[in-house]
């Protein structure tokens, strides 16, 4: 092979990886574009999705399309059944049973945190606690679920235990759906709930598990209140997007 024939076989592979990597960028942002639409409930729960309509509605092509709802799918944001897949709807029993499960689930990953803070844990967690503060003084709701998410989300990947971190995220999107619920629904004290979060990251950052626990658990007991709460306001669907 001669040097010309070398130097485009190599520039051949380079393209194929910024292809492959544009790929996944495109379905990684397709991916977070719907997440932001269904836990903001432009697109409602129980919405059928289709590939062909997704990718009308983003303007992508049909297999970004398709790779981003199969992402949502494993979060559990989106669900597979007879017809298709379905933007999840949570049922009274359910938001018992994940709000149970969340607490069981968070409060060993808030213990698991406390035990390994140290100095840069514990800037990366008063970050996210800043993005938080700005988002509640902004009066945005959207970016205040969001900013939420990503601190407790960090609280978990502080945990260092991965196979907690793939159980967390696998009910992450039924988490999103019910951090709606409350937002519109339920009028959360966003106040209230920061000077939570800030107590909970000085538990945290101070190695303090047992109190750490005692302010996750009383946090997740609060959000089923306001949660069961919910079920009795109306909810509107068209079913379709």
């Not at 938001?95 to 514990?122: I, K, Y």
Request: hydrophobic share 40%; aromatic share 2%; net charge positive.
């Amino acid at each position: 092979m001669n040097k010309r024939e070398t130097r485009l076989s190599h520039l051949s592979g380079m393209e194929g990886d910024r292809l492959r990597l544009d790929r996944n960028l495109l379905k990684d942002r397709a991916a977070k574009t719907l997440r932001d639409y269904i836990s903001t409930g432009r697109i409602p729960e129980g919405t059928k999705l289709t590939e062909r309509e997704v990718s009308r509605l983003l303007g992508i092509s049909r297999m970004p399309a398709h790779e981003a709802l199969t992402i949502l799918e494993a979060e559990g944001l989106v669900i597979s059944r007879p017809g298709g897949r379905y933007v999840i709807e949570l049922s009274e029993k359910d938001v018992r049973d994940l709000l149970a499960l969340r607490v069981a689930l968070e409060s060993l990953a808030v213990a698991l945190a406390a035990a390994h803070a140290n100095a840069e844990t514990q800037a990366r967690l008063l970050a996210r606690l800043r993005d938080l503060e700005r988002a509640v003084a902004g009066g945005n709701p959207v970016e205040c679920t969001k900013c939420d998410m990503a601190l407790h989300r960090a609280i978990w990947q502080q945990a260092d235990n991965p196979h907690l971190l793939r159980v967390l995220d696998s009910v992450l999107g039924a988490i999103f759906v019910l951090a709606d619920r409350v937002k519109i629904y339920g009028q959360e004290d966003l106040q209230r709930t920061l000077n939570g979060h800030r107590r909970l990251v000085e538990q945290i950052n101070a190695g303090d598990a047992e109190s750490a626990v005692q302010t996750i658990e009383a946090h997740l007991r609060s959000s089923l209140t306001q949660s069961l709460r919910t079920f009795q306001a109306p909810r509107i669907s068209d079913g379709g997007i």
